[in-house]
């Protein structure tokens, strides 16, 4: 091969250094980092800021962190009230730089749609239930969009390529939820009790009760009072189980279950790299239909 037929096909393999150069996305939590990926593709690397194993409630983030979030080519957070040091992170380092944040696109749930038995509404989020991605459709209708235009507004070479992946996504999002509508069917109407309050939009979109948050506040240990009115609910609706998280302490949860001779299993909220539930979006919300078929079960 010639000199000049060899510089075409490097040209063609990258087309120029603005278009061939990664893009950099930096995301509070691991579920959007999936996303993003998905979107992305291989014109972008994705850095998650909170650590693994940790509630994105109160997370603080290291120095270095804050300082790496300055060299991101986009920043992409959930907000409303989920991760509020990632607003606070890019109010001090990012001067203006852009700054996706997904609950903006998103219509949310309220508090007043969450359970409340009498001791404070289900979760603490002031601007509405944060927890969207749990829903597919949701992360089909609204989020993935989002994230095709941001990326295309820092990027925008490879428009055409994001949009083209954003549309497959979607496709894998539609047959996802078709997929776990066919799981959960046979458990239409059936109880549970949460540990935190993520799973209302979960339940709604599957037709399942979310009849008691037992910490309804993250971090904040319920009282006695407070938890014998979960078992009482728990009692009148036919709960068979508590689902816990990795990120918080179970010991509550296990107290509650005790009371009402219910079993105890593990959900994942948000996945972790080098996790069953952490490998994809896909993967995380199977190990969650698997947990809520479990959950529900006789």
């Not at 920043?75 to 380092?93: H, I, K, N, Q």
């Not at 829903?135 to 428009?159: E, I, N, S, W, Y």
């Amino acid at each position: 091969m010639g000199r000049v037929a060899a510089l075409v096909c490097l040209l063609l393999a990258f087309p120029g250094t603005a278009l061939a150069q990664a893009v950099k996305v930096a995301v509070s939590i691991h579920p959007l980092a999936l996303l993003v990926q998905e979107v992305g593709g291989d014109r972008v690397t994705v850095t998650t800021l909170l650590k693994p194993g940790v509630s994105p409630h109160g997370f603080e983030p290291s120095p270095a962190q804050v300082r790496g979030l300055s060299g991101a080519d986009l920043f992409v957070s959930v907000g409303a009230g989920l991760d509020p040091w990632a607003e606070r992170m890019a109010t001090a380092v990012r001067k203006g730089r852009p700054h996706l944040i997904l609950a903006g696109h998103v219509p949310l749930r309220g508090a007043a749609d969450e359970p409340d038995h009498g001791e404070g509404a289900g979760h603490d989020h002031a601007e509405g239930d944060p927890h969207f991605w749990l829903d597919p459709v949701l992360v089909r209708d609204q989020v993935v969009p989002a994230l095709a235009v941001a990326l295309t507004q820092v990027a925008p070479g490879h428009g055409a390529e994001f949009a083209r992946r954003a549309g497959e996504l979607a496709t894998r999002l539609s047959g996802l939820n078709d997929e776990i509508a066919r799981a959960l069917a046979p458990f239409a109407g059936g109880a549970f009790v949460a540990f935190h309050g993520p799973w209302a939009y979960f339940a709604e979109r599957y037709g399942l009760n979310q009849v008691a948050v037992v910490e309804p506040i993250p971090g904040r240990e319920p009282s006695a009072r407070w938890m014998m009115q979960v078992v009482t609910a728990a009692r009148r609706a036919g709960a068979r189980a508590v689902l816990i998280e990795p990120q918080f302490n179970p010991r509550a949860a296990y107290t509650v279950a005790g009371q009402f001779h219910g079993r105890v299993v593990t959900v994942d909220e948000i996945g972790m790299p080098g996790t069953v539930s952490g490998a994809s979006y896909a993967a995380l919300m199977r190990f969650n239909t698997a947990a809520f078929v479990e959950a529900l079960g006789p």
